[in-house]
């Protein structure tokens, strides 16, 4: 059962206009969800992260959106760029109160190309 | 700062074989986590460790093992390997608690 989906495997958009990742989740006991960039053959970048106590936060070109009423959070990169070219993974953990850090649940990801 | 290192980079071994991967995390970093990354199955977690202990644990075999030392390294074993354990293995440490994991490159397992 897979509690977090992106439910499209690839993005293609042209260079300056904006790019929407989009992600669904399913169980309601998450309460904080990250956003990961990733290149091959290296280790996912953390690029933003929200947590339930909020709906939106921006960090530069890079925006995250939560609404838990739909179970849905969204990444819009504005304005893309060639180098944004990578597959993207949404994640998400719930308080587990152990203490450590909880587990992440990941997404499939999201190819995205961002064309000149 | 430095980041999460991960050694070896890349392996080569045969099914039955058993092989140790090592994690040392972000400096001040208490809690580490192992990642498993297949083109079908995605990131899936494999286990916690924080201050030595083990917190959270994946649905993985027994054959998939870790520790944690007091220096915060980790290291992460598989025993009588099998072809389907081919893998991008990725280690991500944090503060603990809700603090965001940070990754680094990733082991590369390739098993012949």
């Known amino acids: 059962d897979q509690q977090v989906k992106q439910n499209s495997p690839s993005l293609s958009v042209q260079e300056g206009r904006i790019s929407i990742l989009n992600c669904d989740y399913t169980?309601?006991?998450?309460?904080?969800f990250l956003w990961y960039k990733k290149y091959p053959a290296e280790g996912p970048t953390f690029l933003i992260s929200?947590?339930?106590?909020?709906d939106k936060n921006e960090d530069g070109r890079f925006t995250v959106f939560l609404n838990k009423s739909a179970k849905h959070l969204s990444l819009h990169i504005v304005p893309s760029q060639p180098g944004d070219s990578a597959v993207y993974f949404c994640?998400?953990?719930?308080?587990?109160?152990?203490?450590?850090?909880?587990?992440?649940?990941f997404g499939k990801g999201t190819k995205l190309t961002v064309n000149p | 700062k430095a980041g999460v290192t991960q050694t070896p980079r890349y392996l080569i071994k045969t099914r039955g074989q058993q092989v140790t991967l090592s994690c040392s995390p972000i400096?001040?970093?208490?809690?580490v986590s192992w990642y498993q990354q297949t083109p079908g199955q995605g990131l899936q977690f494999l286990f916690e460790?924080?201050?030595?202990?083990?917190?959270n644990k994946g649905n993985f075999p027994g054959r998939f093992s870790g520790r944690q030392f007091s220096n915060s390294r980790s290291e992460m074993n598989v025993s009588t390997l099998e072809l389907g354990d081919s893998a991008l293995y990725l280690c991500?440490?944090?503060?603990?608690?809700?603090?965001?994991?940070?990754f680094g490159p990733g082991t590369r397992l390739t098993v012949l």
């Open positions: 994640a998400a953990s719930g308080d587990q109160g152990t203490g450590g850090s909880e587990k992440l649940v």
């Open positions: 400096s001040g970093h208490r809690s």
């Open positions: 991500a440490s944090s503060r603990g608690g809700a603090d965001t994991q940070y």
């Open positions: 460790y924080f201050s030595e202990t083990q917190r």
């Open positions: 929200i947590s339930s106590i909020k």
């Open positions: 169980n309601s006991m998450f309460d904080y």
